[in-house]
């Protein structure tokens, strides 16, 4: 059982490690927007010190640490989905069903393979250059780090989730990619991947960090920054566990739905 | 001697491996009429079948388009629920333990694929040596096996998507087939192959069913496939059996035309010679129809003597062309439902 996701996994991983000149595309992307973000940041904060409880070195810190997890959480797409909701138009789906394999351990397998290879070919080199040119806030001794890489992959499952979800509704709605399209917008706006959530007032921010799409950036380099430590942290964990337990939970109702709808009506 | 008892044994203890008994499958398709008015048709796509194949054998399963052979293979998969009848593979009912039956029958989709598109060929397979969890040795062995057969040798490292339709077809038949399944199907593993490949496929299937005694069910519209595989033949249209026995029965009920396309140096009034009646001239290009039971080679013979000939091909008569005549001959009811011999 583990071995066949962890091969599905690796698969994905060099999967995406073969497409070497998208990499380095992505990574130019991303180290381009790094700059401009961080600059920008830079100018808001020499205005309101201390904005969202973040001083500049943190918040440029922000910036450049979101650019690393942006492809990682696939905020903004870029993973499992697009083939997923093509699989369900063109009715492949139906032969998938024939496996003796979970779909959605499956497609879990394939989406954190998939941020592996990402943490690693798109993130690492965008905070790199960010960190030779800007002075940035990053810890020194292991532990936050660790305590970092278990925040990115309970964030990348919450995102996995929540794609999952988008994605099956292309059982039900014809046009399956405007849902896509939908979950994108919320992961760019909640994710905190715009501004960091604590810099929104009142209800909206309340509600920004309650939402999952909060697992995705804001709480894991919150872990990396410091700002969650001992309870904290284990609420931040806890937080994002519950998140991804209810969407899996949730994400595993609606596919025991399509299957139903492709097995008994035919797709 | 004691093989071929325990091959008539085995039908009688366990009823067949493949067990159909009126089964049914019908959809409900809504079409839009209007800007509001939706109309709800219902489509008998299988109305009504019942056979029964035994361990070991090798059934044609053919019908024109929309005849209900893919829907039949799905339900035998149990990726489709069956809407009425009886239906049991291996003695498991299909659509209630899909992933149990799985483990015992391989399926080909000759218009999908279940490779990994983006990865290597071997890729797939490494993956299918975990999801059926085939022991370590008996991987290896299948695997060789089907490499050595089916040419795989020089693909395994090639990314899917690179691969031509026929590598690709031969590739998905490996992939079926690894974990030893007792069950086979095919549903057009031919379409769009090139002669070799067709040939090269076709000699694949049938060393396995004579040295592993795998069932085979395979759809298909090239009665050639058929001609070099099938001893059993079951013909399909609307949702219906309408013929179940020997290829040769089948001809001998509905005697079909073979085409033999002549190319000659150049135009000439219609060709006449004995046997052959001439259907078509375009150009130098011209068509004779002849019996298909009869033999081509006096024909060729005596065109070649009389005519400037350059090249001929011969045609088979499609499954089309037999089922209308099949009609034309035998309006109504199925034709002479096989026994249980
Ligand atoms: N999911 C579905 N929903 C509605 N109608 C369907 C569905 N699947 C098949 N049908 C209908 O059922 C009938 C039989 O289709 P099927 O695919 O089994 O034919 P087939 O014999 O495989 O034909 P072909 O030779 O073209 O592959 C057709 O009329 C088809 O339109
Ligand atoms: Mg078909």
Redesign the interface.
């Known amino acids: 059982m583990v ?2 996701y962890a ?2 996994a690796a ?1 994905s991983f ?2 995406y490690a ?1 497409y070497r000149a998208a990499t380095a595309a992505g990574v130019f992307t991303n180290t381009v927007f790094g700059f401009i973000l961080a600059h920008t940041y830079t100018a808001l904060w020499d205005e309101r010190p201390g904005l969202g409880g973040y001083d500049l070195s943190q918040a440029v810190t922000y910036v450049w640490v979101c650019q690393a997890l942006l492809m990682t959480c696939a905020t903004m797409g870029g993973g499992f989905e697009d083939e997923l909701v093509e699989r369900i138009r063109t009715g ?1 789906i ?2 998938d ?5 979970d779909p959605q351990l499956w497609w879990l397998a394939r989406d954190l393979g998939r941020a592996a290879f990402h943490l690693l070919g798109r993130g690492a080199a965008p905070l790199l250059l960010g960190a030779l040119a800007f002075d940035l806030a990053l810890p020194a001794s292991p532990l936050p780090w660790l305590a970092f890489a278990a925040s990115v992959a309970l964030g990348a499952t919450v995102s996995f989730a929540l794609r999952y979800l988008a994605a099956l509704s292309a059982f039900w709605l014809m046009d399956g990619a405007g849902v896509l399209h939908f979950s994108w917008l919320a992961g760019m706006f909640f994710s905190g991947m715009l501004l960091p959530l604590t810099v929104f007032p009142g209800a909206l921010g309340e509600l920004a960090r309650l939402l999952p799409w909060s697992s995705l950036l804001q709480i894991p380099v919150d872990v990396l920054l410091g700002k969650r430590t001992g309870w904290a942290l284990v609420h931040a964990y806890a937080f994002q566990l519950g998140w991804a337990a209810v969407l899996l939970g949730a994400g595993r109702l609606l596919q025991s739905a399509a299957t139903r709808r ?5 797709g | 001697m004691a093989e071929e008892a325990i091959r008539t044994a085995d039908p009688v203890r366990t009823g067949g491996l493949i067990e159909l008994d009126g089964l049914e ?1 019908v ?2 398709v809504r079409r839009r009429t209007g800007p509001l008015r939706r109309e709800k048709t219902r489509v008998r796509a299988v109305d009504g079948i019942s056979f029964t194949v035994s361990r070991g054998e090798m059934v044609g399963y053919i019908g024109p388009n929309g005849a209900g052979k893919s829907t039949t293979v ?1 339900m035998l ?5 069956p809407s009425g009848g009886r239906l049991r593979v291996a003695g498991i009912d299909p ?1 209630r333990e ?2 149990r039956l ?2 015992r029958i391989g ?1 080909v ?1 000759g218009q ?1 694929t ?1 490779l ?1 598109w ?2 290597p060929l071997i ?1 797939s397979y ?2 299918m ?4 969890r085939i022991p370590d040795a008996r991987y290896r062995q299948n695997l060789e096996r089907c490499v050595e057969l089916l040419d795989l040798g020089a693909l395994l490292d090639v ?1 899917v998507r690179q691969l031509s339709l026929g590598q690709r077809m031969r590739g998905d038949i490996a992939a079926a087939l690894l974990h030893d399944p007792e069950v086979l199907y095919l549903d057009e593993p031919t379409i769009g192959l090139d002669v070799v490949s067709k040939a090269k496929v076709r000699e694949f299937l049938r060393d396995l069913n004579a040295e592993r005694a795998t069932t085979v069910l395979l759809t298909t519209h090239d009665l050639t496939d058929i001609e070099h595989l099938c001893n059993r033949v079951m013909v399909i249209d609307h949702g219906r059996l309408v013929y179940d026995g020997t290829l040769t029965g089948l001809h001998a009920i509905a005697p079909g035309e073979r085409i033999l396309v002549v190319d000659l140096e150049h135009r000439l009034p219609p060709i006449e010679v004995a046997g052959a009646r001439p259907v078509r001239v375009e150009g130098p290009r011209q068509w004779l129809a002849f019996p298909a039971s009869a033999s081509a080679a006096p024909i060729v013979a005596a065109i070649a003597d009389g005519y400037p000939l350059v090249d001929l091909s011969v045609r088979e008569p499609d499954i089309e062309s037999v089922i209308a005549r099949m009609y034309s001959e035998r309006p109504a009811g199925p034709v002479r439902p096989r026994g249980s011999s």
């Not at chain 2, 998969?77 to 629920?81: A, K, N, P």
């Not at chain 2, 040596?129 to 059926?132: D, S, T």
């Open positions: 071995r066949l091969v599905v698969g060099r999967r073969t492949d139906a032969i069903l024939h496996r003796p394999a492709v097995v008994v009506q035919g | 499958r959809f409900d799905k998969t149990g990726i489709l629920t659509s899909r992933t799985a483990r399926v989709f999908r279940t990994w983006d990865l890729d490494r993956l040596h975990r999801m059926y990314p």
